[in-house]
Protein backbone atom coordinates (compact mmCIF):
# COMPACT_ATOMS: atom_id res chain seq x y z
CA UNK A 1 0.00 0.00 0.00
CA UNK A 2 1.38 3.44 -0.92
CA UNK A 3 1.94 5.63 1.96
CA UNK A 4 0.28 8.64 0.70
CA UNK A 5 1.13 12.40 2.43
CA UNK A 6 -2.05 12.60 3.97
CA UNK A 7 -1.70 9.12 5.44
CA UNK A 8 0.90 10.56 7.74
CA UNK A 9 -0.44 13.49 8.22
CA UNK A 10 -3.63 11.44 9.21
CA UNK A 11 -1.40 9.46 11.64
CA UNK A 12 0.57 12.38 13.30
CA UNK A 13 -2.58 13.49 14.20
CA UNK A 14 -3.99 10.56 15.84
CA UNK A 15 -0.39 10.46 18.08
CA UNK A 16 -0.85 13.74 19.19
CA UNK A 17 -5.07 13.07 19.86
CA UNK A 18 -3.75 9.67 22.16
CA UNK A 19 -1.25 11.74 23.57
CA UNK A 20 -3.38 14.09 24.61
CA UNK A 21 -5.81 11.64 26.57
CA UNK A 22 -3.47 10.05 28.20
CA UNK A 23 -2.78 13.09 29.45
CA UNK A 24 -6.16 13.78 31.02
CA UNK A 25 -6.24 10.06 32.04
CA UNK A 26 -3.23 10.15 33.42
CA UNK A 27 -2.90 13.48 35.10
CA UNK A 28 -5.39 13.53 38.08
CA UNK A 29 -3.58 9.90 39.54
CA UNK A 30 -0.26 11.36 39.18
CA UNK A 31 -1.68 14.52 40.62
CA UNK A 32 -3.37 12.12 43.50
CA UNK A 33 -0.13 10.60 43.82
CA UNK A 34 1.97 14.30 44.47
CA UNK A 35 -0.63 15.03 47.17
CA UNK A 36 -0.58 12.02 48.93
CA UNK A 37 3.78 13.04 49.37
CA UNK A 38 3.20 16.25 49.75
CA UNK A 39 3.25 18.24 53.05
CA UNK A 40 -0.07 20.29 54.13
CA UNK A 41 1.66 23.35 53.14
CA UNK A 42 2.92 22.17 49.75
CA UNK A 43 -0.29 20.26 48.98
CA UNK A 44 -2.47 23.79 49.72
CA UNK A 45 -0.01 25.99 47.80
CA UNK A 46 -0.63 28.46 44.99
CA UNK A 47 0.62 28.45 42.71
CA UNK A 48 0.86 24.64 42.81
CA UNK A 49 3.85 23.17 43.45
CA UNK A 50 5.82 20.91 41.24
CA UNK A 51 8.79 20.08 42.94
CA UNK A 52 8.31 19.76 46.14
CA UNK A 53 10.28 17.61 49.17
CA UNK A 54 8.56 14.04 48.89
CA UNK A 55 7.12 12.69 52.69
CA UNK A 56 5.75 9.50 54.14
CA UNK A 57 3.91 11.22 56.46
CA UNK A 58 0.30 10.85 55.08
CA UNK A 59 1.16 7.03 54.70
CA UNK A 60 2.78 6.38 58.10
CA UNK A 61 -0.70 7.95 59.59
CA UNK A 62 -2.77 5.48 57.64
CA UNK A 63 -0.56 2.53 59.41
CA UNK A 64 -1.74 4.04 63.13
CA UNK A 65 -5.18 4.72 61.71
CA UNK A 66 -7.19 2.67 63.76
CA UNK A 67 -9.24 0.15 61.32
CA UNK A 68 -6.97 0.84 58.06
CA UNK A 69 -4.74 -2.13 57.67
CA UNK A 70 -7.98 -4.29 58.81
CA UNK A 71 -9.78 -2.66 55.64
CA UNK A 72 -6.58 -3.75 53.38
CA UNK A 73 -6.76 -7.32 54.85
CA UNK A 74 -10.50 -7.22 54.82
CA UNK A 75 -10.93 -6.60 51.19
CA UNK A 76 -8.18 -9.05 50.09
CA UNK A 77 -10.26 -11.68 52.40
CA UNK A 78 -13.42 -10.98 50.64
CA UNK A 79 -11.95 -10.23 47.33
CA UNK A 80 -10.99 -13.83 47.28
CA UNK A 81 -13.43 -15.15 48.44
CA UNK A 82 -15.94 -13.53 46.38
CA UNK A 83 -14.31 -14.50 43.21
CA UNK A 84 -13.82 -18.56 44.25
CA UNK A 85 -17.15 -18.67 45.17
CA UNK A 86 -18.43 -16.98 42.03
CA UNK A 87 -15.97 -18.84 39.92
CA UNK A 88 -16.51 -22.49 41.05
CA UNK A 89 -20.33 -22.14 40.66
CA UNK A 90 -20.16 -20.11 37.30
CA UNK A 91 -18.02 -23.02 36.08
CA UNK A 92 -20.78 -25.87 36.61
CA UNK A 93 -23.36 -23.47 36.08
CA UNK A 94 -22.28 -22.67 32.50
CA UNK A 95 -21.03 -26.15 32.28
CA UNK A 96 -24.61 -26.65 32.36
CA UNK A 97 -26.00 -24.15 30.08
CA UNK A 98 -23.48 -24.68 27.90
CA UNK A 99 -24.00 -28.32 27.44
CA UNK A 100 -27.52 -28.99 27.75
CA UNK A 101 -31.14 -28.23 26.78
CA UNK A 102 -33.45 -27.63 29.30
CA UNK A 103 -37.09 -26.32 30.38
CA UNK A 104 -36.32 -22.73 31.88
CA UNK A 105 -33.52 -22.07 30.34
CA UNK A 106 -34.15 -18.98 28.93
CA UNK A 107 -36.00 -17.62 32.30
CA UNK A 108 -32.27 -18.93 33.96
CA UNK A 109 -30.65 -16.43 31.75
CA UNK A 110 -33.38 -13.68 31.70
CA UNK A 111 -32.54 -14.13 35.52
CA UNK A 112 -28.79 -13.93 35.74
CA UNK A 113 -29.40 -10.62 33.50
CA UNK A 114 -31.57 -9.12 35.59
CA UNK A 115 -30.18 -9.61 38.90
CA UNK A 116 -27.25 -8.52 37.22
CA UNK A 117 -28.65 -5.58 36.16
CA UNK A 118 -31.26 -4.14 38.97
CA UNK A 119 -30.35 -1.26 41.11
CA UNK A 120 -27.77 -2.57 44.08
CA UNK A 121 -29.84 -0.72 46.89
CA UNK A 122 -33.28 -3.13 45.94
CA UNK A 123 -31.30 -5.91 47.42
CA UNK A 124 -28.64 -4.04 50.17
CA UNK A 125 -32.05 -3.29 52.37
CA UNK A 126 -33.66 -6.42 52.78
CA UNK A 127 -30.01 -7.95 52.89
CA UNK A 128 -29.49 -5.82 55.71
CA UNK A 129 -32.40 -6.57 57.44
CA UNK A 130 -31.63 -9.96 57.05
CA UNK A 131 -28.52 -10.19 58.15
CA UNK A 132 -29.42 -8.32 61.16
CA UNK A 133 -31.35 -11.45 62.23
CA UNK A 134 -29.00 -13.97 61.21
CA UNK A 135 -26.16 -12.37 62.26
CA UNK A 136 -24.10 -12.38 58.94
CA UNK A 137 -24.62 -8.20 59.15
CA UNK A 138 -20.57 -6.82 59.18
CA UNK A 139 -18.92 -10.04 58.56
CA UNK A 140 -16.48 -10.98 55.53
CA UNK A 141 -18.42 -14.32 54.28
CA UNK A 142 -21.91 -12.56 54.81
CA UNK A 143 -20.26 -9.62 52.44
CA UNK A 144 -18.91 -11.90 49.69
CA UNK A 145 -22.26 -13.75 49.50
CA UNK A 146 -23.96 -10.12 48.32
CA UNK A 147 -21.59 -9.89 46.03
CA UNK A 148 -22.84 -12.67 44.13
CA UNK A 149 -25.80 -11.06 42.93
CA UNK A 150 -23.28 -9.18 40.87
CA UNK A 151 -20.50 -11.52 39.95
CA UNK A 152 -22.18 -14.34 39.69
CA UNK A 153 -24.24 -13.45 36.43
CA UNK A 154 -21.10 -12.11 35.06
CA UNK A 155 -18.81 -15.37 35.91
CA UNK A 156 -21.48 -17.33 34.27
CA UNK A 157 -22.43 -15.01 31.08
CA UNK A 158 -18.57 -14.52 30.56
CA UNK A 159 -17.32 -18.46 31.12
CA UNK A 160 -20.11 -19.41 29.28
CA UNK A 161 -18.96 -17.22 25.73
CA UNK A 162 -15.54 -19.12 26.41
CA UNK A 163 -16.60 -22.64 26.94
CA UNK A 164 -18.44 -22.27 23.25
CA UNK A 165 -15.05 -21.91 21.83
CA UNK A 166 -14.05 -25.17 23.29
CA UNK A 167 -14.27 -27.38 19.78
CA UNK A 168 -17.18 -29.98 20.22
CA UNK A 169 -15.14 -32.28 18.76
CA UNK A 170 -12.91 -32.73 22.04
CA UNK A 171 -15.73 -33.03 24.37
CA UNK A 172 -17.28 -35.53 22.37
CA UNK A 173 -14.20 -37.69 21.78
CA UNK A 174 -13.64 -37.41 25.84
CA UNK A 175 -17.21 -38.89 25.85
CA UNK A 176 -16.45 -41.81 23.69
CA UNK A 177 -13.02 -42.03 26.24
CA UNK A 178 -15.62 -42.77 28.69
CA UNK A 179 -15.68 -39.48 30.65
CA UNK A 180 -18.59 -38.83 32.52
CA UNK A 181 -20.00 -35.22 32.58
CA UNK A 182 -17.61 -33.70 35.55
CA UNK A 183 -14.80 -35.58 33.72
CA UNK A 184 -15.29 -33.68 30.33
CA UNK A 185 -15.11 -30.69 32.31
CA UNK A 186 -12.59 -31.21 33.93
CA UNK A 187 -10.10 -32.47 31.20
CA UNK A 188 -11.73 -30.54 28.74
CA UNK A 189 -13.51 -27.11 29.24
CA UNK A 190 -11.37 -26.44 32.03
CA UNK A 191 -8.06 -26.65 30.70
CA UNK A 192 -9.21 -25.29 27.76
CA UNK A 193 -11.11 -22.07 28.99
CA UNK A 194 -8.48 -21.52 31.13
CA UNK A 195 -7.05 -18.35 30.47
CA UNK A 196 -10.58 -16.92 29.99
CA UNK A 197 -11.51 -18.47 33.51
CA UNK A 198 -8.43 -16.37 34.77
CA UNK A 199 -10.05 -13.74 33.10
CA UNK A 200 -13.55 -14.08 34.68
CA UNK A 201 -11.70 -13.95 37.90
CA UNK A 202 -9.67 -10.96 36.98
CA UNK A 203 -12.26 -8.79 36.34
CA UNK A 204 -14.31 -10.27 39.17
CA UNK A 205 -11.80 -9.49 41.68
CA UNK A 206 -11.34 -5.74 40.26
CA UNK A 207 -15.26 -5.20 40.51
CA UNK A 208 -15.17 -6.93 44.21
CA UNK A 209 -12.09 -4.66 45.27
CA UNK A 210 -13.63 -1.70 43.59
CA UNK A 211 -17.19 -1.94 45.06
CA UNK A 212 -18.48 0.45 47.17
CA UNK A 213 -22.23 0.49 47.59
CA UNK A 214 -23.34 -2.70 49.24
CA UNK A 215 -19.98 -2.85 51.62
CA UNK A 216 -20.86 0.84 53.17
CA UNK A 217 -24.09 -0.20 53.66
CA UNK A 218 -23.30 -4.00 55.39
CA UNK A 219 -20.47 -3.50 56.86
CA UNK A 220 -20.02 -1.08 59.95
CA UNK A 221 -16.25 -1.70 62.05
CA UNK A 222 -15.37 -5.63 61.70
CA UNK A 223 -15.72 -6.27 57.86
CA UNK A 224 -15.16 -2.91 56.93
CA UNK A 225 -13.26 -2.80 53.41
CA UNK A 226 -10.83 -0.30 51.91
CA UNK A 227 -13.10 1.25 49.43
CA UNK A 228 -15.36 2.20 52.71
CA UNK A 229 -12.41 3.01 54.68
CA UNK A 230 -11.81 5.30 51.60
CA UNK A 231 -14.84 6.84 51.88
CA UNK A 232 -14.74 7.89 55.61
CA UNK A 233 -12.20 10.12 54.45
CA UNK A 234 -14.87 12.03 52.39
CA UNK A 235 -16.15 14.18 55.15
CA UNK A 236 -13.29 16.30 56.00
CA UNK A 237 -11.55 16.36 52.30
CA UNK A 238 -10.91 20.09 52.69
CA UNK A 239 -8.67 19.71 56.25
CA UNK A 240 -7.06 16.02 55.31
CA UNK A 241 -6.25 16.00 51.85
CA UNK A 242 -2.88 14.45 52.36
CA UNK A 243 -4.22 11.30 54.50
CA UNK A 244 -7.14 10.83 51.76
CA UNK A 245 -4.97 10.88 48.90
CA UNK A 246 -2.88 8.46 50.54
CA UNK A 247 -5.35 6.21 51.11
CA UNK A 248 -6.85 6.08 47.89
CA UNK A 249 -3.02 5.49 46.55
CA UNK A 250 -2.95 2.38 48.60
CA UNK A 251 -6.34 0.94 46.99
CA UNK A 252 -5.33 1.99 43.66
CA UNK A 253 -1.89 -0.01 43.71
CA UNK A 254 -3.04 -3.75 43.70
CA UNK A 255 -5.39 -2.82 40.84
CA UNK A 256 -2.98 -1.07 38.96
CA UNK A 257 -0.48 -4.25 39.00
CA UNK A 258 -3.22 -6.34 37.79
CA UNK A 259 -3.27 -3.88 35.11
CA UNK A 260 0.05 -4.12 34.03
CA UNK A 261 0.37 -7.55 34.76
CA UNK A 262 -2.59 -8.89 33.65
CA UNK A 263 -3.42 -6.49 31.10
CA UNK A 264 -4.21 -9.27 28.54
CA UNK A 265 -6.68 -11.33 30.34
CA UNK A 266 -8.23 -8.05 31.19
CA UNK A 267 -9.05 -6.98 28.24
CA UNK A 268 -9.95 -10.27 26.58
CA UNK A 269 -12.64 -10.98 29.39
CA UNK A 270 -13.85 -6.91 28.39
CA UNK A 271 -13.99 -7.80 25.28
CA UNK A 272 -15.36 -11.36 24.59
CA UNK A 273 -18.33 -10.97 26.82
CA UNK A 274 -19.47 -8.15 24.59
CA UNK A 275 -18.25 -8.77 21.09
CA UNK A 276 -19.77 -12.23 21.22
CA UNK A 277 -22.42 -11.89 23.65
CA UNK B 1 -20.99 -26.83 19.76
CA UNK B 2 -21.51 -30.57 20.93
CA UNK B 3 -25.54 -32.04 20.40
CA UNK B 4 -27.33 -30.83 23.15
CA UNK B 5 -29.47 -33.69 24.95
CA UNK B 6 -32.21 -32.77 27.59
CA UNK B 7 -30.91 -33.64 30.89
CA UNK B 8 -31.81 -33.81 34.47
CA UNK B 9 -28.16 -33.28 35.05
CA UNK B 10 -28.29 -29.14 33.87
CA UNK B 11 -30.78 -29.03 36.65
CA UNK B 12 -28.50 -30.18 39.24
CA UNK B 13 -25.73 -28.18 37.48
CA UNK B 14 -27.20 -24.90 37.60
CA UNK B 15 -29.16 -25.68 41.31
CA UNK B 16 -26.35 -23.83 43.38
CA UNK B 17 -26.49 -20.99 41.27
CA UNK B 18 -29.97 -20.86 41.38
CA UNK B 19 -30.10 -21.05 45.37
CA UNK B 20 -27.64 -18.19 45.39
CA UNK B 21 -29.17 -16.11 43.12
CA UNK B 22 -32.65 -16.92 45.24
CA UNK B 23 -30.99 -15.86 48.71
CA UNK B 24 -29.37 -12.31 46.82
CA UNK B 25 -31.72 -11.42 44.48
CA UNK B 26 -35.07 -12.88 44.20
CA UNK B 27 -35.56 -13.08 48.15
CA UNK B 28 -34.72 -9.72 48.40
CA UNK B 29 -36.33 -8.14 45.30
CA UNK B 30 -39.47 -9.63 47.11
CA UNK B 31 -39.14 -8.21 50.23
CA UNK B 32 -38.77 -5.17 49.15
CA UNK B 33 -42.12 -5.28 47.19
CA UNK B 34 -43.92 -6.03 50.34
CA UNK B 35 -42.65 -3.94 52.42
CA UNK B 36 -43.30 -1.06 50.23
CA UNK B 37 -46.57 -1.29 51.00
CA UNK B 38 -46.17 -1.32 54.79
CA UNK B 39 -44.86 1.62 56.87
CA UNK B 40 -41.90 0.86 58.60
CA UNK B 41 -38.70 2.60 59.96
CA UNK B 42 -37.10 -0.33 61.80
CA UNK B 43 -38.82 0.11 64.81
CA UNK B 44 -41.85 -2.02 65.74
CA UNK B 45 -44.30 -0.26 63.90
CA UNK B 46 -45.24 -2.31 60.95
CA UNK B 47 -48.43 -0.95 59.06
CA UNK B 48 -49.89 -1.78 56.33
CA UNK B 49 -50.69 1.47 54.28
CA UNK B 50 -51.59 0.00 51.02
CA UNK B 51 -50.43 1.99 47.90
CA UNK B 52 -49.54 4.88 50.62
CA UNK B 53 -45.70 4.89 50.05
CA UNK B 54 -46.25 5.41 46.24
CA UNK B 55 -49.07 7.77 46.31
CA UNK B 56 -46.61 10.16 48.76
CA UNK B 57 -43.61 9.60 46.74
CA UNK B 58 -45.70 9.94 42.97
CA UNK B 59 -47.13 13.36 44.81
CA UNK B 60 -43.84 14.72 45.87
CA UNK B 61 -41.82 17.23 43.86
CA UNK B 62 -38.75 15.76 45.09
CA UNK B 63 -39.48 12.49 43.78
CA UNK B 64 -39.69 13.49 39.98
CA UNK B 65 -37.01 16.20 40.37
CA UNK B 66 -34.60 13.17 41.18
CA UNK B 67 -35.94 10.51 38.31
CA UNK B 68 -35.27 13.37 35.87
CA UNK B 69 -31.59 14.03 36.94
CA UNK B 70 -30.85 10.28 37.07
CA UNK B 71 -32.22 10.28 33.44
CA UNK B 72 -30.23 13.48 32.62
CA UNK B 73 -27.25 11.99 34.26
CA UNK B 74 -27.55 8.45 32.71
CA UNK B 75 -28.68 9.96 29.47
CA UNK B 76 -25.72 12.27 28.79
CA UNK B 77 -23.28 10.70 30.44
CA UNK B 78 -24.09 7.70 27.84
CA UNK B 79 -23.98 10.48 24.95
CA UNK B 80 -20.45 11.29 25.98
CA UNK B 81 -18.52 8.35 26.93
CA UNK B 82 -20.14 6.42 23.96
CA UNK B 83 -18.93 9.55 21.87
CA UNK B 84 -15.44 10.17 23.57
CA UNK B 85 -14.97 6.28 23.62
CA UNK B 86 -15.70 5.62 19.91
CA UNK B 87 -13.25 8.67 19.13
CA UNK B 88 -10.45 7.25 20.73
CA UNK B 89 -10.65 4.20 19.92
CA UNK B 90 -10.79 4.82 16.11
CA UNK B 91 -8.01 7.09 16.61
CA UNK B 92 -5.95 4.31 18.09
CA UNK B 93 -6.98 1.81 15.64
CA UNK B 94 -4.78 3.84 13.80
CA UNK B 95 -1.52 3.42 15.48
CA UNK B 96 0.89 1.13 14.77
CA UNK B 97 4.10 1.48 17.29
CA UNK B 98 3.31 1.91 20.78
CA UNK B 99 -0.33 1.01 20.50
CA UNK B 100 -0.13 -1.54 23.17
CA UNK B 101 1.11 0.71 25.56
CA UNK B 102 -0.43 3.35 24.87
CA UNK B 103 -3.45 1.00 24.89
CA UNK B 104 -2.60 0.08 28.79
CA UNK B 105 -2.63 3.57 29.72
CA UNK B 106 -5.72 4.53 28.51
CA UNK B 107 -7.26 1.44 30.52
CA UNK B 108 -6.18 2.38 33.98
CA UNK B 109 -9.41 4.45 34.35
CA UNK B 110 -11.38 1.02 34.75
CA UNK B 111 -8.98 -0.32 37.67
CA UNK B 112 -10.31 2.76 39.89
CA UNK B 113 -12.78 2.25 42.27
CA UNK B 114 -15.49 4.75 41.48
CA UNK B 115 -15.21 6.28 45.44
CA UNK B 116 -11.29 7.09 44.61
CA UNK B 117 -12.42 8.78 41.34
CA UNK B 118 -14.87 10.71 43.10
CA UNK B 119 -12.16 11.80 45.94
CA UNK B 120 -10.01 12.42 43.26
CA UNK B 121 -11.90 14.59 41.56
CA UNK B 122 -12.90 16.58 44.57
CA UNK B 123 -9.26 17.70 45.25
CA UNK B 124 -8.40 18.66 41.46
CA UNK B 125 -11.55 20.22 40.93
CA UNK B 126 -11.29 22.05 44.04
CA UNK B 127 -12.76 25.84 43.62
CA UNK B 128 -10.09 27.13 45.88
CA UNK B 129 -7.30 24.98 46.06
CA UNK B 130 -7.61 22.57 42.98
CA UNK B 131 -5.49 22.59 40.10
CA UNK B 132 -7.79 22.44 37.42
CA UNK B 133 -9.07 25.90 37.96
CA UNK B 134 -5.08 26.97 38.66
CA UNK B 135 -4.92 25.77 34.96
CA UNK B 136 -7.71 27.48 33.39
CA UNK B 137 -6.79 30.69 35.18
CA UNK B 138 -3.15 30.23 32.86
CA UNK B 139 -4.93 30.09 29.67
CA UNK B 140 -6.86 33.00 30.68
CA UNK B 141 -10.32 31.37 31.56
CA UNK B 142 -12.58 32.08 34.84
CA UNK B 143 -12.59 29.64 37.51
CA UNK B 144 -15.76 27.34 38.03
CA UNK B 145 -16.98 26.24 41.42
CA UNK B 146 -17.56 22.52 39.87
CA UNK B 147 -19.23 20.56 42.67
CA UNK B 148 -20.37 23.91 44.72
CA UNK B 149 -23.14 25.12 42.44
CA UNK B 150 -26.42 23.79 41.63
CA UNK B 151 -25.75 24.99 37.86
CA UNK B 152 -22.18 23.70 38.05
CA UNK B 153 -22.49 20.19 40.00
CA UNK B 154 -24.45 17.75 37.83
CA UNK B 155 -22.47 18.53 34.96
CA UNK B 156 -19.34 18.25 37.12
CA UNK B 157 -20.48 14.70 38.37
CA UNK B 158 -21.12 13.83 34.34
CA UNK B 159 -17.50 14.92 33.35
CA UNK B 160 -16.04 13.12 35.82
CA UNK B 161 -18.44 9.32 35.19
CA UNK B 162 -16.74 10.31 31.53
CA UNK B 163 -13.16 10.36 32.53
CA UNK B 164 -13.55 6.95 34.64
CA UNK B 165 -15.39 5.03 32.02
CA UNK B 166 -14.99 6.05 28.57
CA UNK B 167 -12.10 3.81 28.60
CA UNK B 168 -14.80 0.63 28.67
CA UNK B 169 -16.28 2.19 25.83
CA UNK B 170 -12.67 2.64 24.19
CA UNK B 171 -11.56 -0.77 24.98
CA UNK B 172 -14.37 -2.79 23.57
CA UNK B 173 -14.89 -0.39 20.52
CA UNK B 174 -10.82 -1.16 19.53
CA UNK B 175 -11.33 -4.81 19.80
CA UNK B 176 -14.41 -4.64 17.64
CA UNK B 177 -12.22 -2.79 14.85
CA UNK B 178 -9.80 -4.53 15.15
CA UNK B 179 -12.12 -8.25 14.34
CA UNK B 180 -13.54 -6.46 11.47
CA UNK B 181 -13.46 -8.50 8.24
CA UNK B 182 -10.54 -6.86 6.19
CA UNK B 183 -12.50 -7.03 2.80
CA UNK B 184 -15.03 -4.89 2.96
CA UNK B 185 -12.87 -1.80 3.93
CA UNK B 186 -10.41 -2.90 1.29
CA UNK B 187 -12.74 -2.63 -1.49
CA UNK B 188 -14.14 0.40 -0.26
CA UNK B 189 -10.47 1.81 -0.19
CA UNK B 190 -10.07 0.94 -3.85
CA UNK B 191 -13.40 2.30 -4.91
CA UNK B 192 -11.74 5.75 -3.87
CA UNK B 193 -13.34 5.91 -0.25
CA UNK B 194 -11.43 8.47 2.00
CA UNK B 195 -11.27 7.26 5.53
CA UNK B 196 -14.26 8.92 6.76
CA UNK B 197 -16.37 7.83 4.17
CA UNK B 198 -14.98 4.36 5.30
CA UNK B 199 -15.37 4.40 8.45
CA UNK B 200 -19.25 5.95 8.52
CA UNK B 201 -19.96 3.44 5.22
CA UNK B 202 -18.42 0.51 6.40
CA UNK B 203 -17.03 -0.04 9.98
CA UNK B 204 -19.77 1.76 11.73
CA UNK B 205 -22.42 -0.34 10.46
CA UNK B 206 -20.63 -3.32 10.74
CA UNK B 207 -19.60 -2.20 14.04
CA UNK B 208 -23.47 -2.04 15.04
CA UNK B 209 -24.08 -4.85 17.86
CA UNK B 210 -20.93 -3.88 19.64
CA UNK B 211 -22.04 -0.44 19.81
CA UNK B 212 -25.60 -1.90 21.06
CA UNK B 213 -24.15 -4.43 23.80
CA UNK B 214 -22.31 -1.17 25.24
CA UNK B 215 -25.10 0.75 24.79
CA UNK B 216 -27.16 -1.18 27.02
CA UNK B 217 -24.89 -1.39 29.64
CA UNK B 218 -23.94 1.77 29.91
CA UNK B 219 -27.33 3.20 30.12
CA UNK B 220 -27.90 0.53 32.93
CA UNK B 221 -24.94 1.28 34.97
CA UNK B 222 -25.28 5.08 35.11
CA UNK B 223 -29.05 5.09 35.83
CA UNK B 224 -27.65 3.22 38.83
CA UNK B 225 -24.38 5.88 39.28
CA UNK B 226 -23.94 5.74 43.43
CA UNK B 227 -20.62 6.20 44.40
CA UNK B 228 -19.54 9.06 42.09
CA UNK B 229 -21.94 11.47 43.23
CA UNK B 230 -21.83 9.70 47.05
CA UNK B 231 -18.28 10.63 47.46
CA UNK B 232 -18.50 14.16 45.42
CA UNK B 233 -21.45 16.15 45.81
CA UNK B 234 -23.45 13.79 48.20
CA UNK B 235 -26.64 15.01 46.00
CA UNK B 236 -25.62 18.52 46.79
CA UNK B 237 -25.83 20.87 46.37
CA UNK B 238 -29.90 20.86 48.25
CA UNK B 239 -31.09 18.34 45.80
CA UNK B 240 -29.36 19.09 42.43
CA UNK B 241 -27.52 15.77 41.92
CA UNK B 242 -29.86 13.44 43.90
CA UNK B 243 -30.11 10.11 41.92
CA UNK B 244 -32.40 7.54 42.75
CA UNK B 245 -29.44 5.28 44.65
CA UNK B 246 -28.43 8.23 46.59
CA UNK B 247 -32.03 8.87 47.13
CA UNK B 248 -32.76 5.26 48.45
CA UNK B 249 -29.38 5.70 50.46
CA UNK B 250 -30.28 8.48 52.01
CA UNK B 251 -34.11 7.66 53.35
CA UNK B 252 -32.70 4.31 54.38
CA UNK B 253 -29.26 4.84 55.97
CA UNK B 254 -29.95 9.03 56.99
CA UNK B 255 -33.48 9.23 57.60
CA UNK B 256 -34.31 5.73 58.96
CA UNK B 257 -37.06 5.16 56.35
CA UNK B 258 -37.01 1.77 55.36
CA UNK B 259 -40.21 1.34 53.61
CA UNK B 260 -40.04 4.54 51.83
CA UNK B 261 -36.66 3.93 50.80
CA UNK B 262 -37.82 0.34 49.20
CA UNK B 263 -40.56 2.02 47.47
CA UNK B 264 -37.82 3.94 46.30
CA UNK B 265 -36.02 1.06 44.72
CA UNK B 266 -39.05 -0.59 43.53
CA UNK B 267 -40.54 1.73 41.35
CA UNK B 268 -36.61 3.08 39.74
CA UNK B 269 -36.22 -1.59 39.31
CA UNK B 270 -39.22 -1.71 37.25
CA UNK B 271 -37.70 1.29 34.77
CA UNK B 272 -34.49 -0.75 34.67
CA UNK B 273 -36.41 -3.68 34.47
CA UNK B 274 -38.27 -2.39 31.48
CA UNK B 275 -35.55 -1.15 29.63
CA UNK B 276 -33.69 -4.18 30.15
CA UNK B 277 -36.58 -5.89 28.95
CA UNK B 278 -37.25 -3.70 25.74
CA UNK B 279 -33.09 -3.89 24.94
CA UNK B 280 -33.33 -8.03 25.02
CA UNK B 281 -36.33 -7.92 22.97
CA UNK B 282 -34.13 -5.64 20.30
CA UNK B 283 -31.13 -7.47 21.19
CA UNK B 284 -31.78 -11.90 21.36
CA UNK B 285 -28.15 -11.98 21.96
CA UNK B 286 -28.16 -11.05 25.48
CA UNK B 287 -30.51 -13.71 26.74
CA UNK B 288 -30.42 -16.10 23.91
CA UNK B 289 -31.41 -20.21 24.99
Known sequence: MVITRRDQNERLLAYLISLAAILITLFPIVWLLGIALKSQRDAFAIPPKLVFEPIADHFLFLLDKPGFVEAFQNSVYVTALGVAIA???????AYGIHRFKF???????????????????????????????????????????????????????????????????LDDASRIDGCNHFGSLRHVYIPMAAPGIAATAILTAIWIWNELTIALSLTFGEAQTITVAVASFRGYTSINWGAMAAASIVAIVPMLMFAVFAQKYIVKGLTLGSLKG | MPSAPRNRVAYYLIAP?????????????????????????????????????????????????????????????????????????????????????????????????????????????????????????????????????????????????????????????LAGLQSLPQEPIEAARVDGANSLQTFFRVKLPMLRPVLYTILIFRTIDTLKVFDIIFGTTGGGPQIATEVMQTMAYRKAFSFLQMSEAMTVMVIFSVIVLAISLIYMRLDDRLAED
Open chain 1, 103 to 169: RGKKLFGVWLLLAYMLPEFLYIIPMYALYQRIGLYDTQIGLAFVYQVHSLPFAVWLIRSFFREVPGE
Open chain 2, 17 to 173: AVVVLAVTSLYPAIYSVVLSFYNWNWGVRFDFIGLGNYIDLFTSVEFWQVLYQTFLFAIVATTLELALGLGLAVVVDRLDFGASVIRTLLLTPLMVSGIIVALMSKIVLDPMLGIVNYLLGLIGLPPSPFFGTTGTAMATVIMVDAWWQTAFVFIIV
Open chain 1, 87 to 93: IVIAIVA
